[in-house]
């Protein structure tokens, strides 16, 4: 089946500092991809919609400048938290979908990064 | 503004019997839902779909209903299993909007011995 590897699963950095997340299909390409975020015994709220080559579609409230996404292959994007404070701590996931409408398939999910800014 | 809810956010189910996990939606353009199942620092792993055109779709131990009217569907688990212990997502798409899905806030299901 298809596979999403996402890359780190936990990372600790200071407050300030930037943080990329990497997001891989291994065995599809992926020409979608979308990042989640899901705090506490919360739903995964949608953070943004990559499509191969061109920019990313973000949901309302979700600071564009402040959560950097490249989709620059079929197989890979990226997730760069910029600056981060606190408050962005969170777990992050990313899925992908082969197909723009996906005929109705399932995204597949990578296994998330338990991000926490001290 | 929850368009996928659900409103157990727990639950406890004896190994052997059945599970019943809920969910409602308010948005009539979704027209294909799914169930996830998540464990802990894991990303969702996909279990069952239906589509609006079906009321009921079986796969092995895992069937799903959907009641349209009632904006409604449901996940059955049976026999429940300790494996099956994890986190389940509802979640709900809308044809045309590139997979784009809307989460409900999972219902733990703890399966005991």
């Known amino acids: 089946g298809a596979v999403v590897s996402q890359h780190p699963s936990r990372v600790i950095c200071k407050s300030g500092t930037s943080v990329k997340i990497e997001c891989r299909s291994l065995d599809f390409q992926a020409t979608t991809m979308f990042w989640y975020r899901q705090f506490p015994k919360q739903s995964l709220m949608l953070m943004a919609t990559s499509n191969e080559g061109s920019k990313a579609t973000y949901e309302q409230g979700v600071e564009k400048d402040k959560f950097l996404i490249n989709h620059a292959s079929l197989t890979l994007s990226t997730l760069t938290v910029t600056s981060a404070h606190p408050e962005d701590s969170s777990f992050y996931i990313c899925s992908a979908s082969g197909d723009r409408d996906a005929d109705n398939s399932p995204l597949h999910f990578g296994n998330g990064t338990r991000l926490t800014v001290t | 503004d929850q368009q996928v809810k659900q409103n157990s956010p727990s639950l406890s189910v004896q190994e052997g019997r059945i599970s019943i996990l809920n969910c409602d939606y308010t948005?009539?353009?979704?027209?294909?839902f799914l169930w996830y199942k998540k464990y802990p620092a894991e990303g969702p792993t996909f279990l069952i779909s239906?589509?609006?055109?079906?009321d009921k779709n079986e796969d092995g131990r895992f069937t799903v209903f959907l009641n349209k009217s009632a904006k409604h569907l449901s996940l059955h688990i049976v026999p429940s299993q300790p494996g099956d212990s994890a986190v389940y997502f509802c979640a709900a798409r809308i044809t045309g909007t590139a997979s784009k899905l809307t989460f409900g806030t999972g219902t733990r299901l703890q399966v005991t011995l």
């Open positions: 948005n009539s353009m979704f027209d294909y």
């Open positions: 239906i589509s609006s055109i079906k």
